[in-house]
């Protein structure tokens, strides 16, 4: 337990921001999930799925309560899902 008052302020602010981190970070991955799981929906769908994960991912790196490499390499993978779905879902010409 803290023994100064800064120290015991620090420990209520450190608790606060943890509990704000872990909302932000569960936020993004749920977010992700709905992502993935629109992968066997149709591709508009999945297109607006995508949409709000790059904003999460975004939002949370702009914070950096993730790193904002994690959020790239996340994006550049739901990207790559997305592009395969779209281009499985034209018809080749």
């Given amino acids: 337990m803290p023994h100064t008052r800064s120290a015991n302020k620090n420990l209520r602010k450190t608790q606060k921001r943890r509990l704000h981190n872990r909302a932000v970070k569960k936020s993004v991955k749920v977010q992700i999930k709905a992502f993935e799981a629109a992968l066997e929906g149709p591709a508009a769908d999945l297109r607006t799925q995508f949409n709000l994960a790059c904003k ?14 994690l959020a790239a390499r996340k994006k550049s993978q739901l990207a790559r899902a997305l592009r395969a779905k779209e281009t499985a879902a034209k018809p080749a010409t």
């Fill in 56 to 69: 999460r991912l975004d939002k949370a790196a702009a914070k950096r309560v993730v790193h904002p490499n």
